[in-house]
């Protein structure tokens, strides 16, 4: 079935992984969360270790190491999460990319552009914090 909207499974564990870690008293571990999560180890230390890139999490080694916020929750909004693992979103003016079109007027009214910016601007106004709150 075909969905409007998709998102990545890695752009999903991203913003899971931060809820739980948000919410975790000190530091957790990968084995934790992948196992809370029902998610690939591998995959998850591999968006994790993105996040630690941008700035949001910070990495401890060590028996009692793992991963912790590294900004607070209310500083992170949800796009900022979205983008650090999918890459900056584009607002395309044609939905197909075509520098021409055989049509005086797109045949889809500008809907794609319309969603792309509803959605970066709905994630750019969720903080992580809104997002803690919830669960």
């Given amino acids: 079935m075909a969905k409007l909207v998709h998102f990545s499974e890695a752009a999903s ?5 931060m809820v739980l870690i948000a919410k975790a008293d000190g530091h957790i571990n990968v084995n934790s969360l992948a196992s809370e999560m029902g998610a690939s180890r591998n995959h998850l230390a591999k968006v994790l270790q993105q996040l630690v890139k941008h700035n949001f999490l910070k990495s401890v080694r060590g028996p ?10 209310d500083k992170i909004s949800i796009l900022e999460i ?36 509803q959605f970066k601007k709905y994630f750019q106004e969720q903080s992580l914090e809104d997002f803690v709150t919830r669960t």
């Fill in 13 to 17: 564990l991203a913003l899971h992984a």
């Fill in 64 to 73: 009692s190491g793992g991963f912790a916020m590294n900004k607070p929750t």
């Fill in 82 to 117: 979205y983008e650090a693992i999918e890459g900056r979103i584009d607002t395309p003016e044609c939905p197909l990319d075509r520098k021409i079109c055989p049509f005086d007027k797109c045949l889809m009214n500008g809907l794609v552009t319309d969603v792309t910016l």
